[in-house]
C-alpha cells in the first residue's frame, strides 16, 4: 500500500470551509463525507478530513488551541511562483488569510503562507531544485542555510 497522510481538521463551518479547500485546488470525496466531515483530496498521497467539531470530539477530548494561535503549519508544493500567488488569492477571496508571515523569496525558492476560515496555517511554495546555492557540491548543500 502508498504511504499517505490524511490530516484532521476541526472547522466550525464545514459548507464554508468545503468551498475555501475547492477554491485552493482540493477535490471533494463524497465516497467519504457525511453531514459531519469532509474528505478533500490534494493528491493520490495527501487528504484533509474537514470535520464539525463534534465529529472531531469523537477522537479526542483534548483541548482546541485558542483563537489566534498555531500548532502546526502543513506546507504544499506547487508548480510554479503564479500557483503560489493564485493559492494566496484564492484562500482570502474564500474566508481565510493570505500573507499570514512575511513572502520570501530566495529565488530558488519562492513561499506565501495563508491561513483557512478556522486559523489553521498553510504553507504554498514553489522551489527550483537545481538553483539551490550549492546543489552542484552534493544534494542538499544548500539546505538549511536560509532557516528551512
Do not use: C
Amino acid at each position: 500500500m502508498q504511504k499517505m497522510i490524511f490530516i484532521s481538521l476541526p472547522v466550525q463551518d464545514l459548507p464554508a470551509s468545503t468551498a475555501f479547500y475547492q477554491a485552493l485546488g482540493f477535490e471533494p470525496n463524497p465516497q467519504f463525507s457525511d453531514e459531519a466531515g469532509t474528505a478533500m483530496v490534494w493528491s493520490e498521497a495527501i487528504h484533509v478530513m474537514l470535520l464539525t467539531h463534534a465529529k472531531w470530539r469523537s477522537f479526542t477530548d483534548r483541548p482546541f488551541p485558542p483563537a489566534g494561535t498555531a500548532g502546526s503549519m502543513l506546507n504544499l508544493s506547487l508548480d510554479s511562483r503564479e500557483a503560489v500567488d493564485a493559492m494566496n488569492t484564492a484562500a482570502a477571496a474564500h474566508g481565510g488569510k493570505a500573507d499570514v508571515n512575511p513572502v520570501q523569496d530566495l529565488g530558488f525558492m519562492y513561499a506565501r503562507d495563508l491561513s483557512d476560515p478556522d486559523g489553521h496555517l498553510w504553507g504554498a511554495f514553489w522551489m527550483d531544485p537545481a538553483a539551490i546555492p550549492g546543489a552542484g557540491a552534493g544534494a542538499g548543500a544548500g539546505a538549511g542555510q536560509h532557516g528551512e
